[in-house]
């Protein structure tokens, strides 16, 4: 068979093996056409050098005689020097690996370590040695250093130092010392107390936490497995400094590893014997080297480090005053010409990596972003630079993350403003809802409405589904049919209050509607109030019976209407009527002069009067108590603000998914107007159907770049449902509905997919969303919305049943039902 081709070698040692089979290893070596013939003397040379000549001119080979060397007893064979003293390494590799230069690519250092490595079972520790110039050979990683240079000059040292092994002599017998430690294992093959080859391999980290049993158990049977073409089939001794491996043959198998590793040695003739470890050095050594010599690669940011050191003036001079030899201050070291302060390396006035470092220790997982204490602490244990803590503390006060998911430890921003005192009784009012009660004789709402003078307050059932309509038919039914239509309503922001029936009502009535500020219903703090007395009062009744709430709602109101009310220091009833409500059981009777009536009626304004002061002095003690836990925070027109979405259970913002694990904060947004004491209004995007002007509580000023990505505002709900906005428009075409041509465009809605996109009547679109600019909205595929009839012809779809037949695999139009996937979510959360 011809060279060159894939099979050619082995084929030829396949014949050659043939040819000398019945003496090789006895006194012939043969690779391919280099043959060694070896003897103990000079007869039984000749003898084998005859036999060696003959026997392959059978096959038709025959040697060549400028290429023989006969009767010598020193010769170069495969890159070895062969004598009666031993083997030893080539000269001429030698001068080869003495004379390489500084390798300067992952080529060139291959070539070094490929001729290294031919001759490392002459080498001690030759893996540590070479450790970090294999190192090198990583993706990405070529990066040559000082730790390299000092590696690469270590190699050739050794190298060209290297000992004579013994030639292995087969009638005598071998010598196995073997050894493990925490990290490696080490084996030494000797015989006469002269090392005939070496070897040591690293742990993987599994094997490392294995017991010193079996860690030992795993160096014999790794070190039998390397040696295995000098001791299989004679006898040897293995030497450990394992005790309990001294009757490994008769022990019973235990463990995997037993089982395991045992099969492998019992092929081998040998006898193991203790030896403590402070005798066998040699693998003991061996064994260990991979800790003494432990080294690791120099990384790219380092090399940057020392770089940079170069150029800042302070280190510099440093390195300057360690270069002439100059005794340096005791808390300072030079190492690899980096500086280190009591240990700490000393990071360069350089901004990149100072702010690499902050972002690698707060930004990352293992960072955490956390605060300035935690994160100053990780970083200095490290690193040193001048003013470090105060750009830490910078960097951390400029996150966007943190500043949109951290809850702020500090008192509630903006004083506590009290609304004014009403004049009049049941001129001025404020309502709520308490919802989500069990259902009790149908009912499951309870509506409270308050006279903010007087406190007076009348509670209403209502069904579990209201919407404004029957809200303002129970406010007519139990309060305006009583007291009349108010001048002013207080209010949160519920979906029935916002909603355009409610406004449009008491416009006409010529009362003002007063809401608290986005998701600040503290604004309407007499209500909130209210309802947890209401809901304590029940609480104490119907506790064993839940549904039963309902009965008691009565009793409730007269209970409330008739209790001492500490603002106005007396009872709202008293209040409204100017004397206190009969009792259920008269224990008096009083008497009523007609010439008194006079006198009544001035004590009831007299009354009114103590009225409006008792509760002038009621707000100004709850307004300095409150005050004592916020503190007064202002906002600049222009300034950028992160708003706070609280999902209060009265809210027009509609739930968001895993809300417990989602940002605390929204996007920023510049401030417009400054709306009395403590409310702010935003500029919000022009889609947004939030109200603008927010409690300075929900706002935070914002710290660093706005160009940076920030949540979006989510989506917000009407007492109608869900509110969603046209995104973009994905598609367009035209059907036959009825008989009838109606466009029709593909809507990707705000925050969803386009999987989830629907068709939409053009007509709907424009209607529902006059803001929504189609001209710049498309136009994919080559399509446009179409109002040629030529095009519309071109393009017409038949429909049959609903159905599209032209296009079977196109959704129906979808308008009256919501995108899946936003209805799922929102209606999750509101069961939850």
């Given at each position: 068979m011809p060279f060159g081709l894939t099979n050619a070698p082995a084929t030829f040692q396949s014949l050659m093996n043939e040819v000398f089979k019945g003496v090789l290893r006895k006194f012939v070596l043969v690779f391919f056409d280099d043959i060694l013939v070896y003897s103990p003397n000079w007869p039984d040379h000749l003898h084998h050098l005859e036999y060696v000549l003959k026997t392959p001119q059978h096959q038709k080979l025959y040697a060549r005689l400028s290429k023989c060397s006969f009767g010598v007893r020193q010769i170069d064979y495969l890159g070895h020097v062969l004598s009666g003293a031993g083997v030893a390494m080539e000269n001429s590799k030698l001068e080869a690996i003495n004379s390489w230069p500084q390798p300067n690519s992952i080529k060139q250092l291959r070539g070094f370590l490929g001729l290294t490595g031919y001759y490392r079972r002459f080498i001690k520790h030759y893996a540590s040695l070479a450790g970090p110039l294999t190192d090198l050979l990583k993706k990405n990683s070529f990066k040559w250093s000082e730790l390299a240079s000092q590696a690469f000059l270590q190699l050739k040292q050794a190298m060209t130092s290297t000992p004579v092994l013994a030639l292995p002599n087969f009638k005598e017998p071998f010598i196995l010392e073997t050894d493990a430690s925490g990290l490696g294992i080490g084996a030494v093959l000797s015989q006469a107390q002269h090392p005939v080859a070496y070897f040591s391999k690293k742990l993987s980290p599994r094997m490392q936490k294995q017991s010193t049993y079996a860690r030992e158990f795993y160096a014999i049977t790794e070190a039998l497995a390397k040696f295995r073409h000098y001791l299989l089939g004679h006898k040897f001794i293995i030497r450990t400094d394992q005790k309990s491996l001294k009757e490994l043959l008769e022990q019973t198998l235990q463990t995997p590893e037993q089982q395991q590793w045992l099969p492998k040695i019992l092929g081998y003739d040998f006898t193991i014997q203790y030896k403590p470890g402070r005798e066998n050095v040699p693998a003991d050594a061996l064994s260990r080297s991979l800790l003494i010599a432990w080294s690791e690669p120099i990384s790219n940011w380092l090399l940057k480090v020392a770089e940079e050191t170069k150029q800042d003036n302070i280190l510099k001079e440093l390195l300057?005053?360690?270069?002439?030899?100059?005794?340096?201050?005791?808390?300072?070291?030079?190492?690899?010409?980096?500086?280190?302060?009591?240990?700490?390396?000393?990071?360069?006035?350089?901004?990149?990596?100072?702010?690499?470092?902050?972002?690698?220790?707060?930004?990352?997982?293992?960072?955490?972003?956390?605060?300035?204490?935690?994160?100053?602490?990780?970083?200095?244990?490290?690193?040193?630079?001048?003013?470090?803590?105060?750009?830490?503390?910078?960097?951390?006060?400029?996150?966007?993350?943190?500043?949109?998911?951290?809850?702020?430890?500090?008192?509630?921003?903006?004083?506590?403003?009290?609304?004014?005192?009403?004049?009049q009784i049941w001129e001025d009012i404020a309502m709520d809802f308490i919802t989500n009660l069990p259902s009790s004789h149908g009912y499951a709402t309870i509506m409270v409405v308050v006279d903010r003078l007087s406190k007076f307050g009348h509670f209403i059932a209502l069904k579990a589904e209201f919407n404004s309509k029957t809200v303002a038919e129970a406010f007519i039914n139990n309060v305006a049919k009583i007291h009349g239509f108010p001048k002013s309503i207080v209010s949160d922001r519920d979906r029935v209050f916002i909603s355009s029936f409610?406004?449009?009502?008491?416009?006409?009535?010529?009362?003002?509607?007063?809401?608290?500020?986005?998701?600040?219903?503290?604004?309407?703090?007499?209500?909130?109030?209210?309802?947890?007395?209401?809901?304590?009062?029940?609480?104490?009744?119907?506790?064993?019976?839940?549904?039963?709430?309902?009965?008691?709602?009565?009793?409730?109101?007269?209970?409330?209407?008739?209790?001492?009310?500490?603002?106005?220091?007396?009872?709202?009833?008293?209040a409204v009527f100017g004397q206190e409500a009969p009792t259920v059981i008269p224990y008096q009777v009083h008497y009523k002069d007609p010439a008194a009536l006079q006198d009544t009626l001035l004590n009831r304004d007299q009354l009114l009067q103590q009225?409006?002061?008792?509760?002038?002095?009621?707000?100004?003690?709850?307004?300095?108590?409150?005050?004592?836990?916020?503190?007064?925070?202002?906002?600049?027109?222009?300034?950028?603000?992160?708003?706070?979405?609280?999902?209060?259970?009265?809210?027009?913002?509609?739930?968001?998914?895993?809300?417990?694990?989602?940002?605390?904060?929204?996007?920023?947004?510049?401030?417009?107007?400054?709306i009395g004491q403590v409310a702010y209004k935003l500029e919000l995007p022009e889609a947004a159907r939030i109200h603008p002007v927010f409690h300075i509580s929900l706002l935070k000023k914002f710290q660093g770049n706005e160009q940076q990505p920030y949540l979006p505002l989510p989506l917000t709900t009407t007492e109608f449902g869900l509110v969603i906005q046209p995104q973009h428009v994905l598609d367009a075409r035209i059907i036959i509905r009825k008989g009838v041509e109606v466009q029709q465009l593909l809507i990707q809605w705000d925050l969803a997919d386009s999987n989830e996109a629907t068709w939409e009547d053009l007509l709907l679109i424009q209607q529902q969303y006059p803001q929504f600019n189609l001209e710049d909205k498309v136009v994919l595929k080559g399509k446009d919305i179409v109002t040629n009839k030529k095009t519309i012809d071109e393009q017409k779809l038949v429909v049959s049943k609903g159905h599209v037949e032209a296009d079977p695999g196109k959704r129906r139009s979808g308008r009256h039902r919501r995108p899946n996937v936003l209805l799922r979510d929102y209606h999750q959360e509101r069961k939850a």
């Open positions: 300057h005053q360690h270069a002439q030899g100059a005794q340096l201050d005791p808390k300072y070291e030079i190492k690899d010409g980096l500086v280190f302060r009591k240990g700490k390396l000393m990071i360069p006035e350089y901004y990149p990596l100072r702010q690499q470092i902050i972002h690698e220790f707060h930004d990352t997982k293992t960072g955490g972003h956390a605060g300035g204490t935690k994160t100053i602490a990780r970083i200095s244990n490290q690193f040193y630079w001048p003013k470090m803590q105060e750009d830490i503390k910078t960097y951390i006060r400029n996150c966007s993350i943190c500043q949109q998911a951290k809850i702020d430890h500090v008192l509630p921003a903006g004083l506590l403003q009290p609304l004014p005192v009403p004049q409610w406004q449009q009502l008491f416009k006409a009535q010529g009362t003002t509607l007063a809401m608290s500020s986005s998701y600040h219903p503290q604004s309407d703090g007499q209500t909130e109030n209210l309802n947890r007395t209401l809901e304590m009062y029940l609480r104490c009744f119907v506790y064993d019976n839940p549904k039963s709430w309902y009965p008691m709602l009565a009793w409730a109101q007269y209970w409330y209407n008739s209790s001492f009310h500490h603002s106005i220091a007396m009872t709202p009833f008293k009225l409006k002061t008792n509760l002038l002095k009621a707000q100004h003690y709850m307004k300095s108590q409150a005050d004592k836990k916020r503190r007064e925070v202002q906002l600049d027109v222009g300034d950028l603000a992160l708003v706070k979405l609280h999902p209060y259970r009265q809210q027009s913002v509609a739930l968001r998914k895993h809300q417990k694990l989602g940002m605390r904060f929204f996007r920023p947004f510049k401030v417009m107007q400054r």
